[in-house]
């Protein structure tokens, strides 16, 4: 194995935003079996390192590919651009005006399970819009900046979700 590998290399993935997620688990599950440090436990030192710095490694780029958003940000990365740096926040006004609609529904949904319930659902199918219009724009017309902008509206949904996730956590 190589430690220039990107992580789509590591496990003999093509770089897109659509993965075969089972390959990718069966891939990474190989790959521990090979170099997980208990195979190493009498082995010298520099071995054991080399096991554990591989095992870190390993882990770091199968979480990035399981999830959708990290996915995606890292294929950009790979480009050459951060979607989520500091000053790079630009939304579409139609976007930004839903922002405002959705967190009204959200503060008005305060302690009403099904309120919120109907919100999240609504939030989650967005997403995964969302996470369709990630694999047409990284996937087919290689359009990274419209790419980039549907990263930050997706990062957006999620911290929203996690925020119901948590209101719901509260009233039970």
Request: zero cysteines; hydrophobic letters at 40%; a negative charge.
């Amino acid at each position: 194995m190589d430690f220039n590998q990107n992580h789509f290399e590591l496990f003999g993935l093509p770089a897109t935003f659509a993965i075969d997620a089972d390959r990718l688990d069966q891939a990474y599950r190989d790959i521990q079996a090979k170099i997980h440090p208990d195979r190493f436990a009498h082995a010298g030192d520099a071995e054991k390192r080399l096991s554990m710095q591989w095992t870190t490694r390993i882990n770091e780029a199968y979480q990035t590919l399981r999830k959708p958003f990290e996915r995606a940000r890292y294929l950009l990365l790979l480009r050459g651009i951060d979607a989520m740096a500091a000053g790079n926040t630009h939304m579409p006004a139609d976007f930004l005006m839903r922002q405002m609609t959705w967190r009204e529904a959200l503060a008005d949904a305060n302690g009403d399970t099904p309120a919120l319930t109907t919100l999240e659902r609504e939030l989650r199918d967005h997403a995964r819009e969302l996470q369709q219009e990630l694999a047409d724009r990284i996937d087919q017309r290689q359009d990274w900046p419209a790419a980039a902008e549907t990263l930050r509206k997706l990062r957006f949904m999620e911290k929203l979700l996690e925020e119901i996730d948590d209101a719901l956590a509260a009233i039970e």
